[in-house]
């Protein structure tokens, strides 16, 4: 379980809200857009997923505070979280947040993190699982009523508002190792640049004078 400090709010006050761990109920093939579903994802010839190493749903309690957001994206915003008590050493961690009606996506997430899972903390990272608790009608997600978070309406090519399909009363959480800040570029050194475009002018000019000598003494011979 999960409880998370600082994203519910019940009758106007802050409480805490627990998660329970759960697994994703897609199966061994996942079709993302069934309108283009290819016919092979249907096949009976793929092979199945290969067994968990991961532990079953257990008893482990995990109490975090919730911390600014540091991702936001089309399905879900991101948040370090700060740990109130455990007992075992945790990397530093994240938390992803459904939006409104957006459960169904990170669902379809934690599939792919199980499909990844031989390969998580080497070419993905991390995943400790996928949490979900059903929202009453008391409960407000700050997260699904923060003006900066709001998942803005999308349009059909005709400008027609196209209705979301998603479970209203459905939230769910993805917790995730915390990678690295963003990388910062590195300004280019532009006088190794003018010194590279120099050096390659020069090696131009004395390749073409070492032609025009060899042709020279060619002349001189014949």
């Known amino acids: ?25 897609l199966g061994d093939v996942c079709e993302f857009d069934p309108a283009v579903a290819l016919e092979w994802a249907k096949s009976e010839h793929i092979p199945s997923r290969p067994p968990s190493k991961l532990p079953p749903p257990g008893n482990e309690h995990l109490s975090v505070a919730l911390g600014q957001t540091i991702g936001n994206g089309r399905v879900g915003t991101v948040h370090p979280i700060k740990l109130y008590t455990h007992e075992t050493d945790l990397p530093p961690l994240v938390v992803k947040i459904s939006r409104y009606k957006s459960s169904e996506s990170i669902e379809k997430e934690a599939w792919c993190y199980e499909e990844l899972e031989q390969v998580q903390g080497i070419a993905v990272p991390r995943c400790y699982g996928l ?78 004078l070492l032609s025009a000598e060899l042709m020279y003494m060619k002349c001189t011979m014949t």
Request: glycine letters at 4%; proline letters at 6%.
């Open 131 to 208: 949490f979900q608790v059903r929202v009453e009608e008391d409960m407000e997600v700050l997260t699904w009523t923060d003006p900066r978070y709001v998942k803005r309406q999308k349009f059909d090519p005709w400008g027609r508002p196209i209705e979301e399909t998603g479970d209203p009363t459905l939230l769910s959480i993805l917790v995730l190792e915390r990678l690295g800040e963003r990388m910062a570029l590195r300004q280019p050194d532009y006088t190794a640049i003018k010194y590279s475009i120099l050096f390659f002018i020069h090696a131009i000019h004395l390749t073409y």
């Open 1 to 25: 379980m999960v409880t998370i400090h600082g994203l519910v709010k019940k009758n106007g006050e802050r409480v805490p809200q627990t998660f329970q761990r759960t697994v994703s109920k």
